[in-house]
């Protein structure tokens, strides 16, 4: 407001200013005018002028004043005194106005005979202009002061309403109540976009805990057994009646659970140090096809012993932004699983794709499967199904895949290979494959 009230201060000042040079100019060039008609003509032919400009109807013209030497009028019926040579202010009687004196610029020149002209403007019109500007400006300026104080009243209230519902949603959260979320009303705006982002961040904070209270407790579940029977076995290591070859029998099972349970922290420290996006610091252009086709050939000697048929197709130059290591461990896990859960004589398919700037690796085989209504599960820490409870592992290996795919920002899916399960995960990259590599 106090900006607006300086730039129209500034504007009426300055068009005053303009108005007061325009009137000026008027005087001048009329003076200019008579002087010059003066010097050809003289006193005569000045005083027959002033008559005649005076008898056109022209509201807009300027006054005059003739006088001779000694101060007698000779032409102009402008109602003021002769004023002195050069700019000044006249006072003169309004006859529209009564007694009141209204101001008038004159410009006044003594000629060659000793007589004065005296051309006159009436400020009247000039004020008028910038009252009516002036009045202008202050209605102008008190709408805005009215509208902008509304609109501010309202501004504030809607600001206030959104924030109390922000500060409602923040103290039951605080509260112990994580599944309160921001308020959206719908509208696009920013308030809006502000409450979807931090509706989405509640979300991965709320993930975040399920996970934690669920491997939490996995953990207590899971390793309960493990823990009872390293307990067994060093207390069964104890015994009096055990020979020396017993007792070293029953320490090296003791030493080999505790690897096992050693793993199992390892696998659960490494999934927490992939969830928490410090390794995308390592993540370089990489050629994936040439990882896959390194661990393709270092599997098929393993999977021909165990009794398994493993083929690979693989198309050349995939190149995605990764860590090697891990995308090879993610590869390596997915093969276990499929060694590990499947029957003798399965046929394990591992594809890499290059198509429409995406990459998809697919590993799939003909075992078991999983349950559709399992596969969301299964992806969690310690997930096994029951026919697995008999076979090794700890149920981290596909927990451990999905945090590699989601720190690689791929996709991880589980479909039905009819028969069989089928793991796809979708990569971004550059497009069009050159070759393609196949072990079978």
Sequence with gaps: MTATAIL???????????LDQQLNSRISAEADDLLTLYQREGINGLSDEIMRQEARPDLNRVGFILTDSHGKRIAGSFPATTPKPGWSIVLFDDEDEGDQKDQARAYTQVLSDGSRLAIVADLESAEAIGE????????????MLVIGTGGGFLLTLLLRRRLDG????????????????MP???SGGEFDQLSHTLNKMLDRIATLMENLRQVSGDIAHDLRSPLNRLRQRLEGGLSEDLDPAGRKQAIEGAIGQADDLL???????????????????????????????????????????????????????????????????????????CLRHSMQGSQIFV???NKDNRVELIVSDDGPGIPEGRRAEMLR??????????????GLGLSLVKAIADAHGARLSLSDNQPGLKVTIDFKSSRAPIRTISHA
């Excluded at 048929?309 to 093969?335: A, K, P, V, Y």
């Design 8 to 18: 129209g201060w500034a504007v009426y000042t300055s068009t005053q200013k303009a």
């Design 132 to 143: 009516t500007l002036l009045l202008q400006f202050l209605i102008a300026f008190g709408a």
């Design 166 to 181: 922000i500060n409602q949603a923040a103290s039951a959260i605080i509260g112990g109540d994580l599944s309160k979320r």
């Design 184 to 186: 959206v009303d719908g």
């Design 263 to 337: 793993a199992i922290f390892a696998a659960l420290l490494g999934i927490s140090e992939i969830e928490a996006g410090q390794i995308k610091s390592t993540f370089k252009p990489l050629r994936l096809d040439r990882i896959v086709d390194d661990i393709c050939e270092a599997y098929q000697p393993a999977a021909q012993d165990a009794g398994f048929s493993l083929s690979c197709e693989i198309d050349s130059d995939c190149t995605i932004s990764g860590d090697r290591h891990l995308l090879g461990q993610m590869l390596t896990n997915l093969l276990d699983n």
């Design 351 to 353: 594809q890499l794709l």
């Design 381 to 394: 820490r310690f997930a096994r199904m029951e026919a697995s409870r008999t076979t090794s592992g700890n």
